[in-house]
Structure formats: C-alpha cells, structure tokens
C-alpha cells in the first residue's frame, strides 16, 4: 500500500524470520562486549609546531569530567591519504562499506550557500578552483559536498586525481547563477560515501521527504545545517581512521552542552545528536570563513591568537555569532579554524594532524547525560596538546519506543534525515541484494531484498544475548516522492548455537514485496538499537516485463 511516511516501524516480532547460516562445528558461545562503550579520541602532539613522535601510553593522562581514566585503547597514527579502489559485487547487488584501514587519510570538503550574501557566496565560488588545485597537490582523497536550500548534496565522490576533480568542480561552478546563493544543477542521489552504488536520476532532497511527511516543509537554516551535520557523520562513520571535514560557508551548528529541549520542533537534543555523531565518527571539523576575516569590533570575544583556537569567556556571545562558533566547532572536534584565503587555509589544514595518538577509554556502563568534558595532557616539556574536548553518549533507546508526542515526532525526524541523506549510512555495514521471485510477462511478482550485515556488525546485548533492530525499506517509482514503507521490529534473544553463527557468519533478513514491472528507487534502514548505531543502503531496481 501507498503511505505518506506516517508510522515508520511495526511492533511485530519477526525472531523467526533472521536468517542465520547453519554450521556444524559447536563451540564456546563468543563474548559480546557493546561497541558503544568505547570512546576514542585522537591527541595531536606538537612541540615547536612539529609533531612529536615516539610517545608511549604511559606519557598520556585522560581526564573525564575532572576523573582520571584507564587508558584502554593506545596507538601512534601515521596518516597516508587513502587509495581509493572500485569494489567489485556480483549483479543486483550493492553495499555501503569498502576495505580501509585507521592509518588513511581523506578530506570532507562541506561548500555551505545556506545564509550567505552575495559577497560570502562569490567568494566560495571565486576560490574553487585554487582550492582544488591544492587539493590535487597533495594527492588526498577528497569528496566535494553542497549544502543549499534544496538541502545537502554531493558533488563528487573521493577522487585524488587533480584533472578529475576541477573538472567536477568547473562542471558544476559554470551552472550557478551569478546572482543567486544556491545551484540549479541536477545532482544524481542517495550515493555511497565510497562512489560503489548505482547513481540515481531523479532529485531527492529534504523539502521532497518534508511533502511527504507534511510536518517537514518549512525548513529553516538551522535546521537543514543541522541535518546535514548529522548526515555528513552518519556517511562517514564506517570509513576508518580521523576524517578532516572542511566546512565552507558564514555558519555551523550551535554548541550546548545540555540535551534539554528547547522547543517543539527541532530541540536542543537533535544538536546534540550532530554532534555526538560528529564524535562517534571520528571526524575533526575544519571551518573555513567564507567571510574572511571578520570585523575587528568582534576580537573582545577572541583571545589574541584566535587561531590557536582559544576563546574567552562569555558563552552566550561566542555561540550565536557565527565567527566564534565555527571557532568553538573547530576546538571541541579538535581542528582548526580559519579566515585567511581558502586555498591558504585548505594548504594549512591538509597538513595539520597527520600524525596522531589515538587514546581510547571504556565507559563500563557509567554515561553522564549531556556533555562529558575530556582532556587529554602529556608529561613531556614544552608540548602542546589538541584533541576535542568531550563527547556526547551514545542514546541507544530503541525508535519505536516512543512515550509522547515528541518523542514520536523525533523518531519519525531521525528516519527522515537518514531516508533523505544524499550518501548511505555506514555505521551499520550492510549489504543489499535483490532478485524477482515468481514473476510472469506483465503481471506482479515479488522483489526479494535480501539484507546481509557481516560479522560484527550487528552487536547482541552483552548480558541478554538479544538483538534489536529496527528495519525499513522504502520503495518509489523512479521520479516519484511518494512510495511503499516496509517496517518490521527484530528483536529476539539468541541461543548459543545462535551466537556462534552471528559472530562467524553475520546477520541476514530477507523481505519480499509484491512489485509491478517498472524503475524503482530502493533504500533500506536498519538501525541497531543496542549500539545506537544505522546503517543504510540505496539503489536502482528494474522491474521488467518477464521474469529474470
């Protein structure tokens, strides 16, 4: 049936529906430790402006909240920029994750024409192809992405090959209008972070999903800013190792270390959520000042050297005034801040922070609601440390446990942005396949989607040995904003031989939907309520006339 992305999920138990492979061989059931215990958190060390190497654990001090903890995690990073290389998938099949390792390096290139004037968007424009030049330099991959009114979108996939990319850049610049802030180009949807999907035609933004939902249709800049920071870090979550996002434009996302609501609509805790997927994603925001410098009656909120992003007091001040915000962003996620030229500034921030220590703690179950205050320090002389300064919590209550209104509302948001997010999720790493099951020449037949996670990627509750998941396949005529919403809830405990399979052979679920001949666009949700963790994963199916 039609639906207008009302109820997302059902509460029906599907236990007997999760696929697992059979083996032969029984063993000691695995212990499951819930991944959204750990927390890491990149140190850079300089002394003198050089990064200093050869630390050991033993060298670092982490505080939380004013406590000393165990260092659990520790390694001494390298950063190389990332070789990109084509995946290879058999026919009718797709997936939002690619072979990586935590020592590569890539950049998130952000270019923000939300709020800006016409001086603040000439200049992003004016500068692009000097910016992709130094980009091509370095040789590091980066992907180019677009945030406008029509919502966030992606112009290239990771490339490091110079001609490549300014042309990318050129093909698209050469389509903006001289006297608007945004672009009219045609950018093909639903993508994965690793270019592996196949490409959509038709548009898909957030003002489509917000027609379908109607609650959605006035969407203000914070908004949609928010919603793209939280897009931007769901995409990229499942790539390894630091990501530097260099975000481009007059604003970014308001800092608040409560997770209170603040109003009905769009609450305090959904920035909160931006940016604990910002920190869960390992990602360190480099904002660029599309304004340049800023005027000087502003330096009382700076401290002399703004640029060793330091900021004095007054809290209310340097959250809603954009220059000081973007300076606070780049000092909680532990990168840099700059107004200087764009290519100046994207020289300097290709070459900050390529090497690092990676320090990691586990929570053992004690989460502090709302911000938890970090600091990293080194027992060396005259060094200096830069790393984000706190972390949100992973919230892992499941979606569809929803007791007011509000809540309700917020789940039916989550699924939204994630449904109408320009690149595939991947915390969740997912593998999608699909095949027609009793198809007849012009008559329906049945799409199975065959949904296959590998192991560890689903995680059981460690003491109940359950799963929960939340799943959702969306399904609309090619060109279409409205479509088919398939829900289920899975949630079940798992024996032994049960555990045994999930931890060698990964999760599967098969789902099949009575289709028509036809092109159809196809997304699945699957978020997993122990880890707090989604994944998604999109693409193109056909239908033909006769059966395959």
């Not at 920029?81 to 998938?89: D, F, I, N, R």
């Not at 950049?107 to 910016?131: C, H, P, Q």
């Not at 006035?218 to 800013?225: F, G, K, P, Q």
Request: with cysteine.
């Amino acid at each position: 049936m039609r639906c207008r992305l009302g109820v997302l999920f059902a509460a029906a138990l599907l236990s007997s529906s999760i696929s697992l492979a059979q083996q032969t061989q029984t063993t000691e059931p695995p212990i499951f430790r819930s991944k959204s215990e750990l927390v890491l958190i990149p140190a850079i060390v300089t002394s003198g402006g050089e990064a200093v190497r050869g630390l050991s654990r033993k060298d670092f001090t982490l505080l939380r909240n004013g406590k000393a903890e165990e260092i659990a995690v520790f390694e001494e990073v390298e950063a190389v920029p990332a070789k990109m290389s084509p995946v290879h998938l058999p026919p009718r099949t797709v997936q939002n994750f690619a072979a990586g390792d935590s020592h590569q390096e890539m950049v998130i290139l952000v270019l923000n024409f939300l709020g800006t004037d016409v001086y603040s968007a000439g200049r992003t424009r004016g500068f692009l192809k000097e910016m992709s030049l130094q980009f091509a330099k370095e040789h590091t991959p980066v992907t180019v992405l677009l945030l406008t009114s029509n919502g966030l979108a992606q112009v290239h996939s990771f490339t490091s090959d110079p001609q490549e990319l300014v042309k990318a850049v050129e093909q698209w610049t050469s389509k903006l209008q001289p006297d608007d802030h945004s672009t009219h180009i045609e950018i093909p949807s639903w993508s994965s972070p690793f270019g592996i999907t196949d490409s959509m035609q038709s548009g898909n933004s957030l003002r489509d999903f917000g027609k379908i939902a109607n609650d959605f249709v006035m969407l203000d800049e914070r908004v949609m800013t928010v919603r793209a920071v939280e897009q931007i870090a769901e995409a990229f979550h499942g790539i390894p190792g630091r990501k530097k996002l260099i975000w481009m434009g007059p604003q970014f996302i308001r800092f608040s270390e409560s997770s209170g609501a603040s109003d009905v609509f769009f609450a305090e805790d959904r920035e909160a959520h931006a940016w604990q997927a910002l920190s869960n994603a390992n990602i360190a925001v480099y904002p660029l000042n599309s304004k340049g410098v800023e005027n000087p009656a502003w330096g009382e909120y700076f401290s002399p050297d703004h640029t060793a992003n330091q900021i004095t007091s007054r809290p209310a001040a340097r959250n809603n005034f954009p220059a000081s915000r973007m300076l606070l962003v780049a000092q909680k996620t532990g990168g840099l801040y700059c107004d200087l030229n764009p290519d100046v500034c994207v020289e300097r921030d290709q070459k900050d922070g390529n090497h690092y220590y990676l320090v990691g703690f586990y929570l053992h179950g004690e989460q502090k609601p709302g911000w938890n205050k970090t600091k990293i320090s080194v027992d060396k002389p005259d060094v200096s440390v830069r790393a984000r300064d706190g972390f949100f919590p992973n919230q892992t209550t499941p979606l569809k446990r929803a007791n007011t209104e509000k809540q309700k509302f917020d789940n039916k948001d989550v699924v939204l942005t994630a449904l109408s997010a320009p690149l595939d999720y991947t915390a969740v790493p997912l593998q999608l396949s699909w095949k027609m099951q009793n198809a007849m020449a012009g008559k329906q037949g049945n799409l199975e989607l065959q949904l296959v996670s590998p192991p560890g990627g689903i995680v059981l509750d460690p003491d109940k040995k359950s799963m929960n998941l939340d799943y959702l396949a969306f399904i609309r005529p090619m060109g279409k904003t409205e479509g088919q919403s398939i829900p289920a809830t899975l949630a079940t405990t798992l024996n032994q031989q049960q555990q045994i399979e999930l931890a060698k052979n990964g999760f599967s679920f098969r789902k099949q939907v009575p289709m028509s001949p036809g092109k159809y666009e196809v997304k699945v949700f699957l978020r997993d309520n122990v880890s707090g963790k989604t994944g998604t994963v999109s693409t193109v199916v056909e239908v033909p006339e006769a059966s395959f």
